[in-house]
């Protein structure tokens, strides 16, 4: 059974071992900085098109049929309209928040 200390001497080892690579090779540093930043806009395209489609979609374009369904007293299409897409634009930040720590760890810039 793995322990952990040996664990987390693998990973610095590894760490450290990419980190050697990149610094001797630029051309791997700049792929390397590529697909981390190619990650990052899917994330932040897919991310921005939920909320599109919660403000603009919910909001407009489906508002008649959203109204036919009451949450607390108000029509869904006006709630979304109103309140919904602010609460899931705020839910959205700290899903990237959340997405860019697991980035970071992934690509090694959470140490910085």
């Known amino acids: 059974m793995l322990n952990l200390q ?4 693998y990973k610095l080892t590894y760490f450290y071992k990419i980190q050697t690579i990149m610094e001797n ?10 697909k981390y930043w190619r990650e990052n806009l899917r994330y932040l395209v897919i ?6 489609l919660v403000s603009y979609g919910a909001g407009i374009l ?3 049929q959203l109204n036919e369904i009451k949450l607390g007293g108000f029509k869904l299409g006006f ?11 705020i839910i959205l930040i700290f899903v990237y928040v959340r997405l860019m720590n697991k980035l970071d760890k992934k690509y090694g810039f959470d140490k910085q």
């Not at 709630?79 to 634009?89: K, R």
């Open 79 to 89: 709630w979304f309209a109103q309140q919904g897409s602010i609460y899931v634009f």
């Open 25 to 34: 090779n630029p051309s791997e540093k700049q792929k390397h900085a590529t």
């Open 6 to 9: 040996t664990y987390s001497d």
């Open 62 to 64: 489906f508002v008649e």
């Open 47 to 52: 991310l921005l098109t939920i909320w599109f």
